[in-house]
């Protein structure tokens, strides 16, 4: 079952936590003060974690054509769409 996150304390203890951990996935990071500033590193990184996705396909397409690079745009717009509703989630 999940946790109750009917209290502001919860609410922020589990934002913290989930800010940790996106932290730990960005390479580098260096420790940013506030949660916007935060997520503007993160969602930077994301992004050109993306751009380089893109990159990589095309130039993976030029050597193979017959491969399908839908798929991989699409998971590529539906990551870069998470960490939008992430920011907006978390600045509210």
């Known amino acids: 079952m999940g946790m109750d996150l ?3 304390k919860v609410r922020r203890e589990k934002i913290s936590e ?3 951990f996106l932290q730990d996935l960005v390479p ?3 420790k940013v003060t506030g949660k916007a500033l935060m997520l503007d590193e993160i969602i930077n990184y994301v992004q050109s974690l993306q751009r380089q996705v893109e990159f990589l396909s095309m ?3 030029t050597v193979n054509p017959r491969l399908d690079f839908n798929m991989v745009a699409t998971l590529t717009k539906d990551l870069f769409q998470s960490c939008e509703s992430l ?3 978390m600045t509210n």
Do not use: D, H, I, V
């Open 28 to 30: 580098g990071y260096n």
């Open 59 to 61: 130039k993976l397409a």
């Open 6 to 8: 009917s209290t502001p």
């Open 87 to 89: 920011s907006q989630a």
């Open 18 to 20: 989930r800010m940790k």
